[in-house]
């Protein structure tokens, strides 16, 4: 196992930061300007913190250079401090390592195929077909149903259900209590009553995804419904049927996507926002937290809807005025006609 010990030199050197001050000086954790001591690293990213660092007791600070003028003491100089913070964090938190076998309390059908570097925990069940890879690991209380696929070094924590069709890229992280490939949300009313539209398709994820716990991806109706590749998924996400999301977009908890929808690459999406169906956001979108996306986005940017907080008085009386927005635009329309 790596030394949990790490010099300042050796730091700047592995992850290319310009040293400034005592290369021989050691940490052995990381934490907060605020809570660090001598041998823990902190970082500075965020300026509403820069007064906490005149004061921290951190061992090593990761800093930009325009922060780093004047300061007497061991900095790791970076372009983005926040990114160098969380490459060296990751040295303290290693994932786990597959230990490979088979739990004698799984249940594996004799017509799934799971690989000997594969670890597979307890009360695990992999059903009829199905593939796991080199590295894998099924955490306990796992439930991969028929004709899925779990791909090399790819770890499904606990309590994780694949339901059926499912195919996970190689390297994909997946929380506690996520359900991918559950039934879509098809209906047709008939005479009355719903008829239940099949769900033929599957859910197709790409290398190096995350999805966070409780969060739920249905599978397609005809075609899959898709993450591309390095796509991350916040907690107590729900993705609808024949979503496809474009490789590194983001999303925070409790956003909503139903079905169809298009979303492009390098979108950055606000927690409990919600995507209406059969719409397609361009790449490089940011949409800000709570807003309700209702028609197609082809332009690149930020984008907010909503009204923000305010005291109960203020809102009633907003909200009264909201019904007579249209009486209101009538009277004006009227009063440009006599203008003219």
Known sequence: MESSTHTA??????????????????????ATLAGAGPRQLSFLSNPRYRGQLAGSAAGIVVVREDDAAGLDRTLLVARDPYVAFAQIAALFDPPPVANPGVHPSAVVDAGAEVDARAEVGPLAVIGARSRIAAGAIVGPGCVIGEDCVVGAGSRLVARVTLVRRVRLGDRVLIHPGAVLGADGFGLAM?????????QQGGVAIGDDC??????????????????EEDVRLDNQIQVGHNVRIGAHTAMAGCVAVAGSAVIGRYCLIGGAAGIVGHITICDRVVIQAMSLVTSSIDVPGEYSSGTPLMDARSWRRSAARFRQLDALARQVQALDKEKT
């Open 210 to 227: 995350e999805i966070g716990a409780n969060t739920t991806i249905d599978r397609g109706a005809i075609e899959d419904t898709v993450l």
């Open 190 to 198: 008939d005479a009355g009553r719903w008829i239940k539209v099949p």
């Open 9 to 30: 030199a050796a730091l700047a050197e592995r992850f290319g930061l310009v040293l400034r001050g005592d290369g021989a000086a050691e940490i052995d954790a990381v």
